[in-house]
């Protein structure tokens, strides 16, 4: 098949699906042409079947403000034309499933591409919700030809949160587990935790709803009974406030910010737990990627995160806020080496069983044929 893959190319997990669902379908012999305003940031090696065409914001003194869902649409319009698509596949549905429905009536006549819409997350359960965007979203939802969400949570959600009865495809987030593997690194522990300290780990964009100040007041509670460090990985609007949070309560030597990172593996290998406080979480990729890694994972119950980590066997679940339930599930697993190896080995296991690639990417090829046929 020749499919478009249109996403964001950042550090978001939209982007990183989008890429790695593109990459993996290159390697089972499709043609896939990545249509974004930048190189998704996955995309760092060369492979064949795997095209990249980058969106050019035009630049006129009228347009105060860019008018990138417009200059997308006139990207997908050229590529879906002239490399001749028959999927475009869209992740998260601002702008770029308004886009792709735009560019799709254009081409009426011209072309017969079927669009799929992957709905993520925030698309749906906070910004898509907002009144200007609400009805568009909704209508972008009913107009494509195939829509999938990333967890059963998400998929009641959408029907629930846009009153629809649009058919909704759950396909979860999934992870390369051979790449995702534990291969601890005695250097990279020494290096962030030099006197022996147990080491908890978050990743994330620091947006507010990952509430990244919640990692820091649970290792505040650890340090009561366990030494330990905490790792936060990324960067986004709360990190300054978080930086102040960990320097207020003292215990801002206990807080390594490494800021963006690519070797992922490498660093979730090195973690003994990985914290997820979120307040809203559609599946949980980063909880994944640590778990792929036997690394157990401490989160909310929000959202699609109890599909992916079960409750006392690959990691713990606590209410939202509660900092000294997940300080104390965390200390459990810190101070408990035998239900520590127990938890990290079943975290594997799901991971290998429920979401390795090969399970999941066939999901989309299906649902591309199914759409395809209609
Ligand atoms: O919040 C993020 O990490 C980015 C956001 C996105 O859409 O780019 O992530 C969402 O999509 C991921 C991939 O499907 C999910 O694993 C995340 O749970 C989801 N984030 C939220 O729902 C907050």
Redesign the pocket.
């Known amino acids: 098949m020749r499919i478009g893959i249109v996403c964001?190319p950042t550090y978001?997990?939209?982007?990183?699906?989008a890429t790695e669902l593109g990459i993996s379908l290159a390697k089972r012999g499709h043609q896939v042409h990545f249509i974004t305003y930048a190189q998704p940031m996955r995309l760092d090696k060369f492979q064949d079947n795997i095209f990249f065409h980058e969106v050019e914001m035009p630049n006129y003194p009228l347009f105060e403000f860019q008018l990138y869902s417009l200059a997308l649409a006139g990207k997908i319009i050229d590529v879906v034309k002239y490399e001749n698509l028959d999927i475009l596949h869209v992740h998260?549905a601002i702008p770029h499933a308004i886009s792709g429905y735009l560019a799709k009536q254009t081409l009426q006549g011209v072309s017969n591409v079927k669009l799929v819409t992957?709905l993520?997350?925030?698309?749906i359960?906070?910004i898509g919700l907002e009144p200007s965007f609400l009805p568009l979203v909704k209508f972008s939802i009913e107009q494509s030809d195939g829509v999938t969400a990333?967890s059963r949570f998400?998929a009641e959600k959408t029907k629930t949160g846009f009153n629809t009865n649009k058919e909704i495809h759950v396909i979860n987030?999934f992870i390369d587990t051979e790449i995702y593997n534990r291969d601890e690194c005695p250097t990279i522990r020494r290096q962030i935790a030099p006197n022996g300290e147990k080491i908890l780990m978050h990743i994330?964009?620091f947006?507010p709803?990952?509430r990244v100040h919640d990692t820091v007041l649970i290792l505040n509670e650890v340090l009561k009974s366990t030494p330990a460090i905490l790792v936060l990985v990324g960067d986004g609007p709360d990190r300054t406030d978080v930086e102040r949070l960990s320097r207020e309560l003292g215990i801002a030597d206990k807080v390594r910010f490494l800021g963006k990172q690519n070797a992922l593996p490498d660093i979730l290998s090195a973690a003994d737990v990985f914290l997820l406080p979120?307040q809203?979480?559609?599946?949980?990729?980063?909880a994944?990627e640590a778990m792929s890694c036997g690394t157990p994972v401490v989160a909310t119950s929000m959202?699609?995160i109890p599909e992916v980590v079960v409750h006392g066997e690959n990691g713990f679940i606590a209410e939202l806020g509660d900092i000294s339930r997940m300080a104390k599930y965390t200390i459990d697993l810190l101070t408990n080496p035998k239900k520590w190896q127990i938890f990290s080995a079943s975290a594997r296991k799901r991971a290998i069983e429920h979401f390795e690639t090969s399970l999941i990417v066939p999901q989309y090829e299906d649902l591309y044929r199914k759409v395809l046929s209609e």
């Open positions: 964001y978001g997990g939209s982007g990183v699906v998260y992957t993520h997350g925030t698309d359960t906070l990333v998400l987030n994330s964009n947006r709803v990952k979120s809203s979480e559609s599946f949980g990729l980063s994944l959202g699609g």
